[in-house]
């Protein structure tokens, strides 16, 4: 894999930087002159728990290769694990 994660839509390829660049800009545009706060921790946390969910899914549920895929110790993993209540 390269050093970008591309995801194929309508025959051109994105990479992970473009889907989260567009939503935030929906994001913004979705506000109609309202101020944000936390943003920072809301985009963290809508890619971390999926992130998380697909990798654990991928290796059959084994946190501690999960653990290696993700560059994490496995008890910080067991730890984001708790803080987003996935089992």
């Known amino acids: 894999m390269?050093?970008?994660l591309?995801?194929?839509v309508t025959g051109s390829e994105?990479?992970?930087s473009d889907h989260v660049r567009h939503c935030v800009e929906d994001y913004f545009a979705h506000l109609n002159g309202h101020d944000s706060s936390g943003l920072y921790h809301?985009?963290?946390a809508e890619v971390e728990r999926?992130?998380?969910e697909t990798t654990l899914k991928h290796c059959d549920y084994n946190q501690?290769?999960?653990a290696i895929i993700l560059g994490l110790s496995r008890s910080t993993l067991r730890?984001?694990?708790e803080h987003?209540?996935?089992?």
């Open 14 to 16: 994105q990479t992970l």
């Open 42 to 44: 809301l985009v963290l």
């Open 6 to 8: 591309t995801h194929k």
């Open 2 to 4: 390269g050093k970008y």
């Open 64 to 66: 501690s290769k999960a």
């Open 50 to 52: 999926p992130l998380l």
């Open 79 to 81: 730890k984001k694990l």
């Open 84 to 87: 987003y209540g996935i089992g």
